[in-house]
């Protein structure tokens, strides 16, 4: 699946599959092909850092680019996972335990995927901050739009973690998956 292909599917309103969690990835995939060009189009002029500095915060970049393109999808299988298993019968006891014990794996596995996917916008939303000051100043809209693209891929992440919580019965999962919103929360937000 390609970048187009996932971007058709959130802007259509008659998809119900993908959602701010897909669109977290995706944004945060965008964020780092920005930065990663604007890495690029400072490696031959040394704003700051060396041009192998420069290349290997660009190879670093194009990498999570192609991995939250990924982690879109993802989120994407993720929810139809979930959502299948809200939709197991629940007429007896046997059912209605199979159904919650489904909706507890569908929702850790819901809040694991954006939990990865906010880890990599927070590298991608790092690695622009690594750049302010010492990169090609004609791109210098591009990083800080792209950086502004990672934060909000970071706080989109955070939302979708914590929207699986009510079906999650393992209280030392959420109480992981807590810790990482922390992090996230408290690095990714942050100004530039």
């Given at each position: 699946?390609?970048?187009?292909?996932?971007?058709?599917?959130?802007?259509?309103?008659?998809?119900?599959?993908?959602?701010?969690?897909?669109?977290?990835?995706?944004?945060?995939?965008?964020?780092?092909?920005?930065?990663?060009?604007?890495?690029?189009?400072?490696?031959?002029?040394?704003?700051?850092?060396?041009?192998?500095?420069?290349?290997?915060?660009?190879?670093?970049?194009?990498?999570?680019?192609?991995?939250?393109?990924?982690?879109?999808?993802?989120?994407?299988?993720?929810?139809?996972?979930?959502?299948?298993a809200y939709k197991?019968?629940?007429?007896?006891?046997?059912?209605?335990?199979?159904?919650?014990?489904?909706?507890?794996?569908?929702?850790?596995?819901?809040?694991?995927?954006?939990?990865?996917?906010?880890?990599?916008?927070?590298?991608?939303?790092?690695?622009?901050?690594?750049?302010?000051?010492?990169?090609?100043?004609?791109?210098?809209?591009?990083?800080?739009?792209?950086?502004?693209?990672?934060?909000?891929?970071?706080?989109?992440?955070?939302?979708?973690?914590?929207?699986?919580?009510?079906?999650?019965?393992?209280?030392?999962?959420?109480?992981?998956?807590?810790?990482?919103?922390?992090?996230?929360?408290?690095?990714?937000?942050?100004e530039s």
């Amino acid at each position: 699946m390609t970048g187009n292909d996932m971007l058709d599917k959130i802007i259509d309103s008659d998809n119900t599959t993908v959602g701010g969690g897909a669109s977290s990835a995706l944004v945060g995939a965008m964020a780092a092909g920005m930065i990663a060009m604007v890495s690029k189009l400072s490696a031959k002029k040394g704003y700051g850092l060396s041009g192998e500095e420069y290349r290997a915060i660009a190879a670093e970049l194009d990498d999570l680019a192609i991995e939250l393109m990924a982690g879109s999808k993802r989120d994407e299988e993720a929810f139809i996972l979930l959502m299948s298993a809200y939709k197991l019968p629940k007429n007896n006891d046997e059912e209605k335990s199979i159904r919650t014990d489904a909706i507890h794996r569908g929702s850790v596995i819901a809040s694991n995927v954006p939990k990865e996917n906010g880890f990599m916008c927070l590298r991608v939303y790092e690695l622009g901050r690594s750049l302010l000051g010492k990169s090609n100043p004609n791109a210098g809209s591009d990083l800080l739009i792209a950086m502004e693209l990672a934060k909000v891929g970071v706080f989109g992440c955070i939302l979708n973690i914590r929207a699986n919580f009510s079906g999650i019965s393992d209280k030392k999962a959420i109480e992981e998956l807590e810790k990482a919103v922390e992090i996230l929360e408290q690095y990714g937000g942050r100004e530039s």
